[in-house]
Nanobody, 123 residues
Protein backbone atom coordinates (compact mmCIF):
# COMPACT_ATOMS: atom_id res chain seq x y z
CA UNK A 1 0.00 0.00 0.00
CA UNK A 2 1.20 3.51 -0.82
CA UNK A 3 0.56 6.27 1.67
CA UNK A 4 0.53 10.04 1.50
CA UNK A 5 0.06 12.22 4.57
CA UNK A 6 -1.11 15.80 4.28
CA UNK A 7 -2.78 18.54 6.28
CA UNK A 8 0.18 19.91 8.21
CA UNK A 9 0.83 23.58 8.66
CA UNK A 10 1.63 26.41 11.04
CA UNK A 11 -0.75 26.81 13.96
CA UNK A 12 -0.76 28.48 17.35
CA UNK A 13 -0.63 26.76 20.70
CA UNK A 14 -4.10 25.60 21.70
CA UNK A 15 -5.29 25.21 18.12
CA UNK A 16 -6.57 22.02 16.50
CA UNK A 17 -5.46 20.37 13.28
CA UNK A 18 -6.47 17.22 11.45
CA UNK A 19 -3.98 15.26 9.40
CA UNK A 20 -5.09 12.89 6.67
CA UNK A 21 -3.37 9.87 5.18
CA UNK A 22 -4.58 8.73 1.79
CA UNK A 23 -3.87 5.10 0.93
CA UNK A 24 -3.86 3.28 -2.37
CA UNK A 25 -4.79 -0.36 -2.87
CA UNK A 26 -7.70 -2.62 -2.01
CA UNK A 27 -6.37 -3.96 1.29
CA UNK A 28 -6.62 -0.76 3.32
CA UNK A 29 -9.45 -1.96 5.56
CA UNK A 30 -7.46 -5.01 6.61
CA UNK A 31 -4.41 -3.03 7.72
CA UNK A 32 -3.76 -1.44 11.04
CA UNK A 33 -2.61 2.15 10.73
CA UNK A 34 -0.41 4.37 12.83
CA UNK A 35 0.96 7.87 13.15
CA UNK A 36 4.49 8.78 14.12
CA UNK A 37 6.41 12.02 14.42
CA UNK A 38 9.99 13.14 14.31
CA UNK A 39 11.16 16.43 15.76
CA UNK A 40 14.51 17.97 14.77
CA UNK A 41 17.37 16.14 16.42
CA UNK A 42 15.10 13.47 17.87
CA UNK A 43 14.19 9.92 16.96
CA UNK A 44 10.92 9.05 15.32
CA UNK A 45 8.29 8.25 17.93
CA UNK A 46 4.90 6.59 17.96
CA UNK A 47 1.93 8.94 18.33
CA UNK A 48 -1.31 7.03 17.73
CA UNK A 49 -2.73 3.96 16.04
CA UNK A 50 -6.03 2.56 14.82
CA UNK A 51 -7.08 -0.99 13.94
CA UNK A 52 -8.39 -2.11 10.58
CA UNK A 53 -12.02 -1.65 11.55
CA UNK A 54 -11.37 1.55 13.46
CA UNK A 55 -12.74 -0.04 16.61
CA UNK A 56 -9.47 0.04 18.53
CA UNK A 57 -7.37 3.16 18.94
CA UNK A 58 -4.12 3.73 20.79
CA UNK A 59 -2.26 6.88 21.78
CA UNK A 60 1.10 7.64 23.30
CA UNK A 61 1.05 9.00 26.82
CA UNK A 62 2.39 12.33 25.59
CA UNK A 63 -0.70 12.94 23.43
CA UNK A 64 -3.38 10.92 25.19
CA UNK A 65 -6.54 12.94 25.60
CA UNK A 66 -5.45 15.39 22.88
CA UNK A 67 -4.78 13.30 19.76
CA UNK A 68 -7.06 10.64 18.27
CA UNK A 69 -6.44 8.33 15.33
CA UNK A 70 -9.39 7.27 13.18
CA UNK A 71 -10.12 6.04 9.68
CA UNK A 72 -12.73 5.98 6.94
CA UNK A 73 -12.31 2.71 5.04
CA UNK A 74 -14.77 3.79 2.36
CA UNK A 75 -12.38 6.62 1.52
CA UNK A 76 -9.14 4.67 2.08
CA UNK A 77 -8.10 7.41 4.45
CA UNK A 78 -6.76 7.55 7.99
CA UNK A 79 -6.86 10.63 10.18
CA UNK A 80 -5.07 12.10 13.15
CA UNK A 81 -7.15 14.65 15.02
CA UNK A 82 -4.89 16.87 17.10
CA UNK A 83 -6.42 19.17 19.70
CA UNK A 84 -4.87 21.61 22.16
CA UNK A 85 -1.60 21.61 20.26
CA UNK A 86 1.58 22.54 22.10
CA UNK A 87 4.93 23.83 20.79
CA UNK A 88 6.48 20.48 21.72
CA UNK A 89 4.16 18.82 19.19
CA UNK A 90 6.17 20.48 16.41
CA UNK A 91 7.50 17.72 14.16
CA UNK A 92 7.20 16.00 10.83
CA UNK A 93 4.28 13.59 11.08
CA UNK A 94 4.22 10.29 9.22
CA UNK A 95 1.47 7.77 8.65
CA UNK A 96 2.23 4.08 8.47
CA UNK A 97 0.49 0.82 7.67
CA UNK A 98 1.04 -2.69 8.96
CA UNK A 99 0.44 -6.06 7.33
CA UNK A 100 -1.84 -7.04 10.17
CA UNK A 101 -5.22 -5.89 11.39
CA UNK A 102 -4.22 -4.57 14.77
CA UNK A 103 -3.55 -0.92 15.48
CA UNK A 104 0.09 -0.05 15.10
CA UNK A 105 1.73 0.58 18.47
CA UNK A 106 5.34 1.01 17.43
CA UNK A 107 7.78 0.85 14.54
CA UNK A 108 8.04 -2.95 14.74
CA UNK A 109 4.58 -3.28 13.25
CA UNK A 110 5.17 -1.01 10.29
CA UNK A 111 5.25 -2.35 6.75
CA UNK A 112 4.72 0.85 4.75
CA UNK A 113 5.59 4.47 5.44
CA UNK A 114 4.11 7.57 3.90
CA UNK A 115 5.92 10.81 3.24
CA UNK A 116 5.68 13.17 6.16
CA UNK A 117 3.83 16.41 6.67
CA UNK A 118 5.23 19.20 8.82
CA UNK A 119 3.31 20.53 11.79
CA UNK A 120 4.65 23.67 13.44
CA UNK A 121 3.09 24.96 16.63
CA UNK A 122 4.00 28.46 17.71
CA UNK A 123 3.74 29.63 21.30
Amino acid sequence: VQLQAFGGGLVQAGDSLRLSCAASGRTFSSRGMGWFRQAPGKEREFVAGVSGSGGTTLAADSVKGRFTASRDNAKNTAYLQMNNLKPEDTAVYYCAASLGYRAIAGTNGVNSWGKGTLVTVSS
